[in-house]
């Protein structure tokens, strides 16, 4: 049995704070929102987040960042990803030599294009900060729905020991090494989702979603591999999967954000309307930045970008990116140029 904190109490961190409690561990669930805190304790339920699932009254709930951090073997970090920077300067002062971070959010910080686990290195440098991402929307991991996912660390054994943790009959859990293509799958999929939505919205059907689909990952995988990625990650769970359930789920916030900005919505009032954090919104830009910098074509991100910023129409955008110049689907197939 394990002691774990998850910091961060909405859908996704209370669905695993389930989850690990199920799992046998001593779980804290932790939240900077002290009426959130009062909430969750009176009713024992995230009623507007995971309505119908009941957290066990062994869990504790706490505003306490001390209390949450001070006897932990590991934290997760499940705040949206627009907070991770200033949450992991609050938890900084308690964070032990070599203590594990388990970061479960997906994005990427615009200003400074640094991934989350960065941003946790940068912040808490005596961390021993990993990353877990995959197909996981938190309605399903609550309800005991089977899931899998994938986890990444710096060392072997600290991945393993997570997956260890994590593991249970209803959430299967793999490993791998590349922090950095996980982490780059489960954040540009959102904005992959956007354009999905938008496309729904828009009326059209499913050869539309599935050229988009494709074809974002083969921008991702562009890019990963040029800021120094495996390819494989994108073809596993943190790539295709996680872009496939984000595209096509009625969970998906950002599909649905992009939905709406299909009938007319602005960016704005769709993300009012879904009334959570819309990370795809704040990995736009800072996609378009990644892939100006390492010099690789985005079309999809490009267009979601004047969607979200310039007020370019959607039908517009999909117009567009079925006009671009004619394009081979792979450069790395070559042609057998042997005459017969």
């Not at 062994?58 to 907070?83: G, N, Q, R, Y």
């Not at 992959?192 to 689909?213: E, F, P, Q, V, W």
């Amino acid at each position: 049995m394990a002691k774990v904190s998850v910091m961060g109490a909405g859908g996704w961190g209370t669905a695993l704070a389930i989850l690990l409690h199920n799992n046998g561990h001593e779980v804290m669930l932790w939240s900077a929102l002290g009426d959130e805190v009062n909430l969750l304790r009176e009713k024992r339920e995230n009623a507007s987040k995971l309505p119908g699932v009941k957290i066990p009254e062994e869990i504790v709930i706490t505003e306490d960042t001390e209390m949450a951090m001070k006897e932990p073997d590991v934290a997760v970090l499940a705040v949206p990803s627009p907070f991770t920077r200033s949450t992991s300067k609050r938890l900084n002062p308690y964070v032990k030599e070599g203590q594990i971070i388990v970061n479960v959010a997906k994005g990427i910080e615009e200003k400074t294009l640094m991934t989350l686990s960065e941003i946790i290195e940068q912040e808490i440098p005596q961390a021993n900060v990993c990353v877990l991402s995959g197909p996981s929307h938190a309605e399903e991991v609550g309800r005991g729905l089977p899931t899998s996912c994938v986890v990444s660390a710096r060392k072997k054994e600290t991945a393993e020991y997570i997956q260890e943790i994590f593991m249970s009959p209803v959430f299967r859990v793999y490993t791998t090494p590349d922090i950095l293509g996980v982490e780059l799958g489960g954040s540009l999929k959102n904005v992959i989702a956007l354009a999905a939505g938008t496309a729904d919205g828009l009326g059209y059907g499913d050869n539309t979603k599935a050229a988009l689909i494709t074809r974002g990952i083969a921008e991702i995988t562009r890019l990963g591999m040029k800021m120094g990625a495996r390819p494989e990650t994108f073809a596993g769970l943190s790539g295709i999967g996680d872009l496939i359930v984000t595209c096509a789920s009625v969970h998906s916030r950002n599909r649905r954000a992009g939905y709406l900005m299909g009938k007319g919505y602005t960016m704005q009032e769709a993300m009012d309307e879904v009334k959570m954090v819309v990370e795809g919104v704040y990995s736009a830009k800072a996609a378009k930045e990644l892939s100006e910098k390492y010099e690789v074509e985005m079309p999809i991100v490009d267009e979601v970008n004047k969607i979200l910023f310039e007020n370019k129409p959607a039908s517009e955008a999909v117009i567009d990116l079925m006009l671009r110049d004619k394009k081979v689907e792979s450069s790395l197939l070559p042609w057998d140029e042997t005459e017969i």
